[in-house]
């Protein structure tokens, strides 16, 4: 019995692999999307309408000093988002004009979710794309496709910012690098640890080239 059970779970295994190549190599071939388009729908966009909300905790670590976390919970349905940080809860409900005092959680929850889903920005937000080209990824020195991403000069909590992007044949993002406006700052991290959560694929881990600097998400869960 313990064989037979043990066939059916690697049977069921070997089915949604493939069900899952067969999804990226549709995404790969379809005409009708752009390559930001596929690059989102690789990361499950299409499954973000059934979603009602995300929790996920952000965490910087430099060094082996735990220096940011923060826990989130997201209730998309009513864009009404909550942060622990410190033992202090605070919420707010994310809307076009905000009080003074619910600017600071806005700036961080801005900055958090758009590392948790960079992918899904590509469709959401107002950004500039390059052209895409080969090139030589910063940490990996692996060649990768590259897409340019910039933002207003005006706007937003950082506007002028831009990032390279590096991506697979899969159209799932390895690595990027950060660039601040005034040109002073360059930042490339490592896009790894992917998980799938029913469909959401999220890298929960991001490095520099030294491992001195984590980002990375845990207590991810997400509800339809």
């Known amino acids: 019995m313990r064989k037979l059970i043990t066939l059916i779970m690697l049977s069921l295994a070997i089915i949604s692999c493939n069900q899952e190549k067969k ?14 388009e596929k690059i989102a729908m690789a990361n499950g966009f299409e499954k973000f309408d059934s979603i009602s909300q995300i929790k996920f905790t952000f965490n910087v670590k430099v060094n082996d000093s735990l220096r940011a976390q923060r826990r989130w919970v997201w209730n998309t349905t009513t864009d ?18 905000l009080a003074e005092d619910k600017k600071y959680i806005d700036r961080r929850f801005v900055n958090d979710s ?9 469709k959401w937000s107002d950004a500039k794309l390059s052209e895409v080209k ?3 990824a910063p940490i990996s020195e692996k060649e990768m496709s590259m897409m340019t991403v910039s933002y207003p000069s005006e706007g937003g909590y950082t506007p002028g910012d831009s990032y390279d992007i590096y991506f697979d044949d899969d159209y799932m993002i390895r690595e990027w690098v950060y660039k601040s406006s005034d040109g002073k700052r360059e930042s490339p991290s490592t896009w790894e640890d992917y998980k799938d959560f029913d ?3 999220i890298a929960t881990m991001h490095k520099s080239k ?7 998400f845990s207590d991810v869960s997400i509800e339809e």
């Open 114 to 122: 758009y590392w948790l889903l960079f992918p899904y920005q590509l």
């Open 199 to 201: 469909g959401i694929k």
């Open 23 to 36: 999804k990226k190599e549709e995404v790969a071939k379809d005409p009708n999307l752009e390559v930001h």
């Open 134 to 136: 080969k090139a030589k």
């Open 210 to 216: 030294d491992g001195s600097f984590e980002l990375y």
């Open 80 to 97: 009404k988002i909550s942060l622990t940080e410190k033992d202090s809860t605070m919420s707010y409900t994310k809307k076009d004009s």
